[in-house]
């Protein structure tokens, strides 16, 4: 796909992130499509397609299986609704989806809901037990996303001169940010020493470069750009989505020289976003970004990834506060997932939510002045699966 | 969608269904995937984005969780792969997704794949486990699907005059289909005595009613018609996709007034899929059907669902064998879910490559002469979901 896609996003919605106990899965697909419907302005019913993203129905509450899952909390039958999972790409895959299903005219009105809830489970029958017991035999060697991301921070700290400091000072920043997001999981700043001296997890990475496990749900409502009404819409393009699946953490086998510097993934999934959106210079073009802070390094690999820098240069990014709210190009303003947590499935719907906020002007205490265009970005499973989608306010 | 789709199928691939202890996951991707490449004439890399069905990961093999478990296999790379779940709809929307990105323009040469391993866990590991543990209330209370189809056999029997024998000839009727077909999991014909002697599951339904669990995976190479190269291309023509999802099982407490005698998913499905397609009178237009028989009793019902029949005669068709290869509307000559029986995230896929195989005139000792219009149908979950597609060898 050469052009630009013809996709606005009328409505948003999105709870409020953390270990909600009192919260159903159902109660969080209510809470999220309702602020998404109440936000287009639109009823239930004229919602003529839906994709729901889930992408750990059997490390979290067994929900999320299949369309139902949405239709039955929102009441909103007779309608398709499609179930998307692809790791930490699931929610910007569901928002894909359906922007294809309303280029292709199948529907006139979608909706993309991301959802997760995993902090229902004990620590011993959750997420690490399904990794260990179920996933790639790596895993079970301690070869686990923060050993495999850990490596790439080593490789990053020998081949660029980038310090430990410069890692921690990300997840520094972004916890600052969180204390700005009222959504945020964490809400409480963090200093350097602290990140330093947090219980370490995979040398050099500790406990506070880790995002925690979270529960949480967002939403938005889509239309083809040409049925928005300006008397009644506030609406915020897309430009590009894309998405790609590379070889993961088994890539050595692969590419015995891969570098450990870069993700293939994210790299053509911007390719793909941006040839759409006609960004060719995305430092200057690009406003804000979203980025898969999943761990702190992940961010930093990630600037050179989507073009923010150039190759070896991220640390410059971080030592001049240029990602951080009032810099050039900031970066995960909403604190991240460092700070809002990473309900998988929601995720990546959450970070859209975040960036049509600051392009709507509507971002709060966190608002990125004049932004005009933002990114938001993804990458799961093992390194493999990336997601980039280009928004802007105007089209 | 009001116009006709304007999507051809250029190749198709299925692997022998059954037990297949001796074949991975990915040994079936690989080998459907490859099949349908192959009678395409394409290359691999020709593919430019992927959608893969696996609809319960967890009580499978645990793979399908992602694209990745598409990419690997078929060494598929640094392109969009979607992974959809919708229970026994999975396949179906696999396709209509990749329809949708084809018609937007996202890509120019798709692939839908479904895939399932089921018979590599015990039974006390296995689907049953799942679905009593994990899944609705209900079934802890013994409402399972089979226990579930058998209200509605019984609400057939005592409303239409529906006889014990009717429905036990569907079995039969299915099992002979699938002596024709060299990838059905049972190929062996049974009496109407065997039906009804084999061991009572839920009244009245026997084993011999119900379809085996199973192996398999089968897989669509997908274009936009006007790419369709008529010196290299043998195509049919997808017409209407067709997805719904209703309330379920637990209906009744929605709608106490509910019969028990149709789905109001496949209803709907089959009014978007026939709108799409043009079809106003079912009887006449379509020449062979692929109704999800996971029980007799549903085949019989879906009769009537899609409109082959009036209210109440669908038992006609099977007293006058118009469903049987060589009458009017030949319906499941693949020997359907009971012959083939069901790796979840594959049968609606396996459907469509046998509704194109008739089409294409190429289905051997169980061709459907003169075949130019046929539907694939699939309903899962609670009886929630549901698909409905119409196939051409015209456009």
Known sequence: MKERRNIAIIGTGVTKFGELFEHSYDDLVREAGLAAIRDAGIAMDEVQAAWLSTAFPEIGVFKGRSGMDLSEPLNLYDIPVTRVSNFCASGADAIRNAANALEAGECDVAMALGVEKLRDRSPQDSIVKMMVELSHPYYQKGFTAAGTFAVYANRMMHEYGVTREDIANISVKNHYHGTLNEKAHHRVACSLDQVLSSPMVADPLTVMDSCPTTDGAACVIMVRADDVDPTRHDPVYIHGVGLSISTGWDLPFF??????????????????????????????????????????????????????????????????????LGGETPVNVSGGLLSCGHPVGATGVRMVVEVAAHLRGRAGDRQVEGATTGVTHNIGGPGAIASVIVLSNEN
């Open 255 to 324: 590419d015995p020289h891969h570098d450990f510097l870069s993700f293939k993934a994210t790299q053509n999934a911007a390719n793909m976003a941006y040839t759409q959106a006609g960004i060719t210079n995305p430092m200057d073009q690009i406003d804000l970004v979203e980025v898969h802070d999943c761990f702190s390094i992940v961010e930093m690999l990630t600037y050179e990834d989507l073009g923010l820098c150039k190759k070896g240069e991220a640390k410059e990014l971080i030592r001049g506060k240029a990602t951080m």
